[in-house]
């Protein structure tokens, strides 16, 4: 009988430490198999170095609204903010991972943009020039007398932003039709030439707050007060709110 006992107490004793064994195994394979991960996942998510940049150069045109940022990389902050269609100049490339992104001049900032957001363009930067700021002089001073109208973008009245959007349309150019955002798809230039914007800020309301266009001899149309009308950039009222001369 005793023997009997013993035999039943050493089977189990023996069990219970197989099952103790087995368990141990299954967590060691757990741990090993959560470490494992854990390892490749920090690979995963490590930064890629990026190559050293390279000379590169061309015309651009941008295929979207895009993000021009401080260096190669999203991780970067945005320096500006390039609308669909604008015209960029690349100087520079650079490999991250397997992208490639060009540093490139556009608003009159440089940055980097993903490459693919690019599509080769060619510019004839002179003659465009030229017809297209004639052509916008004209067709603003071929407005002047219309009535100021808040909020108005045809003939029958126009507030400055309207006044400026009209002008550019019927010169064969499509711009956006608020100040600010015509503000912020130029680019600042200290020689004004006729057909650049001019920008004004504080007046009655704190910021960007009114626009016209240069037409030279230190003047601007602009639609503003009672109506449509030129003014000298020494005006009493508009010198003092004058901010900026930027160009589409």
């Given amino acids: 009988m005793k023997k009997l006992v013993f035999t039943l107490l050493a089977a189990g004793s023996l069990l219970f430490a197989n099952s103790t064994t087995d368990v141990q195994a299954a967590q060691t394979t757990q741990n090993n198999v959560t ?15 990026a190559s050293k940049a390279t000379a590169k150069s061309g015309t651009f045109k941008m295929k979207y609204n895009s993000n021009v940022r401080a260096d190669a990389g ?46 080769k363009t060619t510019v004839k930067k002179a003659s465009v020039k030229t017809a297209s700021s004639s052509s916008v002089v004209s067709a603003a001073l071929a407005l002047k007398g219309i009535p100021y109208k808040f909020g108005g973008t045809t003939t029958s009245g126009f507030d400055c932003s309207g006044f400026v959007q009209y002008a550019f349309k019927k010169a064969g150019k499509n711009v956006s039709r608020t100040t600010t955002s015509q503000y912020a798809e130029t680019y600042k230039v200290s020689n004004p030439q006729p057909g650049d914007l001019v920008f004004f800020a504080n007046t009655y309301r704190a910021g960007i707050s009114h626009v016209g266009i ?35």
Avoid: C
């Fill in 214 to 248: 240069y037409i030279g001899n230190n003047q601007f149309v602009h639609a503003g007060g009672a109506k449509a009308e030129v003014k000298s950039m020494n005006d009493p009222y508009w010198g003092k709110k004058f901010h900026s001369y930027k160009r589409f």
């Fill in 35 to 49: 470490s494992s991960y854990e390892t490749s996942e920090t690979a995963t998510v490590e930064q890629v170095a």
């Fill in 74 to 119: 999203t991780k970067y902050k945005v320096v500006t903010m390039a609308k669909k269609g604008s015209i960029a100049t690349a100087t520079h490339q650079k490999k991250v991972g397997k992208a490639t992104w060009y540093k490139v001049k556009v608003n009159g900032k440089s940055g980097w943009v993903l490459s693919t957001l690019l599509t």
